[in-house]
């Protein structure tokens, strides 16, 4: 067995959550252009910038349960506004 270091452990740990973070942020976006087609870039970009799972699974719930690209648009402003943005 190898031995890792404190080091190694956190940048493992480190690179797991930028991987958890990167995935919920993709599935957000995959969900939105099955459901509406296109996203627009500034919505790309702004989830892009998003940099905490649980508001990514916040959106990707909304993103499911709105019925217009308009009420999902809304419905992020008022989960992040702006405080999310990186």
Not at 29 to 56: N, T, W, Y
Request: glycine share 6%; charged share 30%.
């Amino acid at each position: 067995m190898t031995y890792i270091s404190s080091f190694e452990r956190y940048g493992i740990k480190k690179g797991m959550e930028q991987g958890r973070l990167s995935n919920a942020r993709e599935n957000v976006l995959d969900v939105l252009h099955i459901r509406f087609g296109d996203v627009p870039q500034p919505m790309k970009d702004r989830i892009e910038e998003m940099s905490a799972v649980d508001v990514c699974k916040e959106l990707h719930a909304a993103a499911v349960r709105f019925e217009s690209m308009e009420e999902f648009t809304t419905q992020m402003n008022h989960i992040i506004g702006d405080s999310d943005v990186v």
